[in-house]
């Protein structure tokens, strides 16, 4: 292990041939050790944590922050001196203690492991209906837009108590402000009509309640600014992050026949698949945090005001945690990934995420036994690195009839 190990920029694509892997720049970094320099655009001197260890414990220690305002230094782009404003009211995600808690206390009942299994039965029904079209349409298809993108649309909007005719704007919306190709003026234009329309519906379901989440939130003292901003949230995580774990996780499955016959002979395993698929593919790949004060980390000492880039992607394969990392072992028992972070801003809805996976990837599997890609692996269209989900842009499949 070298002592001062430096990276100079995060990669912009993934090795060809090898999709599911971290880039290789940061499987190189993470083998140097668990910690190295990270050189932003802009000449700061900060760090990149790769190991699984050091990762949890800078989710879990609130001497880092996730303040939006306090990020100044982007690792891909030099900002010069413009100023980085606070997170809007209710998006607590970049937010600490004690204006998080306030956003997500009223929420952490309503996405608990036994409200979310009671939702199985409807998101059986949704996953049927949309197999049921994709097989009346008949092969070829792009599992993106007929599977993966509408099933977790659909229970986000139910949930939220978003109209099933507005689904296709928000699809739309948040594929181009999450997506990591739009521009800066299309990525804004998204993100405000997005926020516009939220502020209307928050306004309507104060109105006229009607049995969701964002009407039962408006019985509170948050305001319509705070929902709004909530909404935006739950509604961008609920969707964009499950549909591309749902395409993502199909093409791993058909490019490794060996789990994929497992699964199909044993269903019972499909709780397994799921952390594994979620550890294996990492799709919410890098966060970063800021040191409030020094910290003692790794045998370094990361100064107060320091920028602290976390790669999940290479903490879920680091090979002092999980045995044979890069391997998609179905079967695998050394659980504990990161794949929905950890410590106080852990995935919200990974108990929604679970439940809609443990039913679509079997109910997809069952309904096409020869399900195949209809191109060949490496013409399947994929998100860049610069996207803040990783993931595939359209899968295109066949089967037999």
Known sequence: MTMEHTVTT?????????????????????????????LFPDGHQGWLITGYDLVRSVLADSRFSSRKELMRHHP??????????????????????????????????????????????RVEQITAEHLDAMEKAGPPADLVTAFAKPIPSVVICELLGVPYEDRGFFQDNIDKFLGGEAGD?????????????????????????????????????????????MALILLSAGY?????????????????????????????????AVEELLRYLSVAKTFMRTALEDVELGGRTIAAGTSVILSLNTANRDPERFADPHVLDLRRQD???????????????????RVEMR??????LNRFPTLRLAVPAEEVSLRPETADIYGVKSLPVTWDV
């Open 10 to 38: 995060l990669p912009t694509a993934r090795r060809s041939g090898c999709p599911f892997d971290p880039p290789a720049e940061l499987i190189d970094a993470r083998r140097h050790g668990p910690i190295s320099r990270y």
């Open 76 to 121: 891909l782009i030099d900002y010069g001196d413009i100023e980085v404003p606070p997170a809007p009211p209710g998006e607590f995600l970049l937010m600490d203690e004690p204006q998080h808690s306030r956003y997500r206390k009223p929420l952490v009942g309503k996405f608990t492991v036994r409200r979310m299994r009671l939702l199985t039965e």
């Open 185 to 229: 003026e299309e990525l804004f234009a998204a993100y405000t009509a997005t926020q516009q329309y939220l502020a209307e519906l928050v306004a309507a379901k104060r109105a006229n309640p009607t049995d969701d989440v964002l009407s039962d939130l408006t019985d509170s003292d948050l305001t319509d600014e705070e929902l709004r901003g």
């Open 240 to 272: 964009d992050t499950t549909a591309n774990m749902l395409a993502l996780g199909t093409f791993a499955l058909l490019q490794n026949p060996d789990q994929l016959a497992a699964l199909r002979a044993e269903p019972t395993l499909i709780d397994q």
């Open 335 to 353: 659980g504990g990934h990161l794949a929905f972070s950890h410590g106080i801003h852990q995935c919200l809805g990974q108990q929604l995420a």
């Open 359 to 364: 039913v679509a990837f079997p109910a997809l």
